[in-house]
């Protein structure tokens, strides 16, 4: 009964370790998925044409959610 339990116990605790790397895995790729973003320049410091127009499509969504929030007809 005891090896039963402490082999149950030895495969939640690896379950449990696995997903806890891929949860980690998960966030490194998502941090790196934003400095992505922000990181394209074109001249030492201004973003480039597809990272403004990325940007700016975003705000555009942002508006439009914003205003069916606010029952707003568009």
């Known amino acids: 009964m005891a090896t039963a339990s402490l082999a149950g116990l030895g495969m939640v605790t690896a379950a449990g370790l696995s997903g806890w790397r891929s949860w980690l895995s998960l966030k490194r790729e998502e941090l790196h998925g934003h400095q992505a973003l922000n990181a394209p320049t074109t ?29 707003v007809d568009l």
């Open 43 to 71: 001249d030492g410091g201004a973003p480039s044409v597809a990272s403004r127009i990325e940007l700016a499509d975003l705000k555009e969504r942002m508006r439009k959610l914003e205003a069916i929030a606010a029952g």
